[in-house]
């Protein structure tokens, strides 16, 4: 069956194939892939015990199909358009060729420092060429790797380090974001004081400053490079073999490793880039979001090179110098598709149109976005400044775990509605469900979001404990993937993302799990007990408000605010700072102990009138206090 999508009867049809006939249809796709030897059975699944294996006994490697199998036709072509976060620094554009130098370089030099195929590699690097090279030369060589966002603390990254069994990380001197100066290589050694699993430490001298080295441990990239050719035969990988670990939050306890595998997440996430945006060979796609996020690994690293594409990769921040660099960018790189994140689109607009004045947006043909719900003003805003009106917007809904785009209007089928996620990707079967599991039938409806049938790029485990990843995704609601958020089915049968609808909270699109954060709070000496809850916020989308019951006198509240958001940035990162911090005498809990978050919500929302049924609480004159001294 032709597959192509020009219009959205095609997609129908398309679609009505991909559920009817599933394996045929992954496998029609998987052919276009390079496979150096292929697939017994495309699919293999119980989603009770939470096994799903896809094309197993197949040998590829991902690095090969993003960077090998291009050089004859188009090594020429370049790969990346690297804009630094310095104005005047220049540009570097990277071809393909250059690409696969750098990455069978490096993947030589992972090797000569011990890595072997299976082990764990931690990335702590900023927005540079060399994080891609990183990445891809883990995936040559078989190493895990699991890219940690530079902005998160050293506690973060030995938490991290420590829970995969990390053997070497990769990182600079240091990183620079707008005018901010991060020194990374400081943290990392901060934070290699408590991961014995870690023998080496590769250092990309990014801006010279001065590090500290220390010998037998730690090795300039620059150096090692040179020791080594350029001739890198890959490590060929069974299907399943894993390919990398991403640390996500989730209701409860400490971040999950989320772990994908090399066959099935390069069929979806190569498909997908390149329908969902709808790719040309000539045009040029730029992703904004941190390859620390799964956006960055699936629409920067991977899905671009794996379709053979011209990507701009930027190192700085969207307002700096001004809040018109995203846009100079755009027209300084006749940028074609642009796919940013709706916190970057409010905080761009509330700058005001005049940074849009003399900048010729006119190469824009698509646009996107990703990571949280966008709203219509900045939708609007979005589709007439931005995309003058004549750019289809993908509102893409995915997650980490799911490895690639579930649903969005795909590029150039012309159905489309402001804050839709709209319909699912070929191949993706979507339930909503009530609260018991029951699933709601017809359209005018909502409930919360599952989906009932493998993809390709699915999550396949939680690291280290798979009993975690069966709990958290597939034990809510029987024999479903439950994604956490909820979701309406209009009368026409369009699907609408409303949000979370457990305990994770989407700051700016990052993923901040409650009890994270309670965690790194309680820490504070003053501090016995916290409740934290999201509240709506016009940049971020989300922002935190947490709620602290303290066993000592507080004499300078602003001091103690200051104290409580360091404690939170050092155990997780600066962005899971609260905005707000009320001090309570005690919190609402009903008579199991179970803190009634429902009601927090509610005040943090502002929304006092109604607060719903508090008879169950323990002590209900609790809720009048701190309705009374609610921020
Ligand atoms: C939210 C990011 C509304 C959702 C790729 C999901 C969205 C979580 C959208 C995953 C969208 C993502 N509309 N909400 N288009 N895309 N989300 O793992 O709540 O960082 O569960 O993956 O972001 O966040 P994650």
Wanted: hydrophobic share 40%; proline share 4%; aromatic share 12%.
């Amino acid at each position: 069956m032709d597959l192509s999508l020009k219009n959205y009867q095609d997609y129908l049809e398309v679609y009505k194939f991909s559920v009817e006939q599933p394996e045929e249809f992954w496998s029609d796709i998987a052919y276009t892939f390079s496979w150096k030897q292929p697939w017994e059975k495309v699919l293999n699944w119980d989603f009770k015990e939470a096994n799903i294996e896809w094309f197993k006994g197949a040998k590829l490697n991902l690095s090969y199909n993003c960077l090998d199998r291009h050089l004859a036709e188009s090594g020429n072509k370049t790969a990346f358009i690297f804009e630094p976060n310095d104005t005047n620094a220049e540009t570097r554009k990277i071809s393909y060729y250059e690409l696969h130098e750098m990455v069978c370089r490096f993947a030589n030099v992972l090797k000569a420092n011990g890595v072997k195929k299976g082990d764990r590699i931690c990335i702590y690097l900023p927005m540079i060429p060399e994080a891609i090279v990183a990445m891809l030369a883990c995936a040559r060589v078989g190493a895990v790797h699991s890219v940690v966002f530079a902005g998160f603390s050293a506690q973060s990254i030995s938490d991290r380090v420590n829970d995969s069994d990390c053997s070497l990380i990769i990182t600079s001197d240091g990183a620079v974001r707008g005018d901010k100066k991060i020194e990374l290589k400081k943290i990392v050694d901060e934070a290699l004081v408590s991961c014995p699993s870690i023998k080496k430490c590769i250092v990309f001298n990014s801006k010279n400053w001065e590090v500290n080295m220390i010998a037998g441990r730690d090795v300039w990239w620059h150096s090692e490079i040179k020791k080594v050719d350029s001739h890198n035969e890959p490590e060929w990988m069974d299907a399943e073999d894993p390919l990398f670990i991403l640390y996500t939050s989730g209701s409860t306890g400490k971040p999950k490793g989320v772990l994908h595998t090399c066959g099935g997440y390069m069929v979806m996430v190569g498909y997908s880039f390149k329908t969902v945006f709808n790719y040309q060979p000539h045009q040029i796609f730029w992703c904004t979001a941190d390859i620390g996020w799964v956006t960055g690994h699936s629409y920067i690293a991977f899905g671009p090179t794996l379709n053979g594409a011209t990507s701009v990769l930027y190192e700085g921040v969207p307002a700096w110098p001004d809040a018109g660099r995203y846009w100079n960018i755009i027209d300084k790189h006749q940028v074609n598709i642009f796919y940013t994140s709706p916190t970057v689109i409010r905080s761009l607009m509330a700058f005001g149109d005049t940074f849009l004045e003399g900048k010729n947006l006119s190469s824009l043909e698509v646009l996107g976005t990703v990571g949280e719900p966008i709203n219509e003003e900045a939708w609007f805003w979005y589709h007439d400044r931005i995309g003058k009106e004549h750019c289809p917007i993908v509102d893409t809904w995915w997650q980490t775990e799911t490895g690639a785009t579930m649903m969005t209007p795909i590029a150039g089928l012309g159905v489309a509605k402001p804050g839709y996620a709209m319909y699912p990707m070929p191949g993706i079967q979507l339930m909503l469900v009530n609260e018991k599991g029951d699933e709601i039938f017809g359209n005018g409806v909502e409930g919360n979001l599952c989906v009932k049938f493998p993809w390709p790029s699915m999550a396949r485990t939680v690291y280290g404990d798979h009993k975690r990843f069966q709990q958290t995704y597939f034990s809510t609601y029987k024999n479903l993937y439950f994604t956490g958020d909820g979701c309406k089915r209009d009368e026409e049968g369009f699907y609408r993302i409303t949000g979370r609808v457990d305990d994770v909270i989407n700051v700016s699109g990052h993923r901040i799990g409650t009890g994270e954060v309670e965690d790194a709070i309680n820490d504070h000496e003053c501090i016995i007990e916290s409740a934290v809850v999201g509240f709506p916020h016009d940049i971020k989308g989300q922002a935190l408000y947490a709620f602290v019951i303290c066993d000592k006198k507080v004499d300078d509240l602003e001091k103690f605010k200051i104290e409580v958001g360091k404690i939170v940035s050092e155990r997780i990162g600066p962005f899971a700072r609260p905005d707000k911090i009320q001090i309570v005498r005690a919190l609402p809990k009903t008579r199991s102990g179970k803190i009634m978050r429902r009601i927090l919500r509610k005040i943090a929302e502002g929304e006092i009138s109604n607060l719903g049924d508090v008879t169950t609480l323990i002590d209900p004159t609790v809720v009048e206090e701190i309705k009374k001294e609610a921020l």
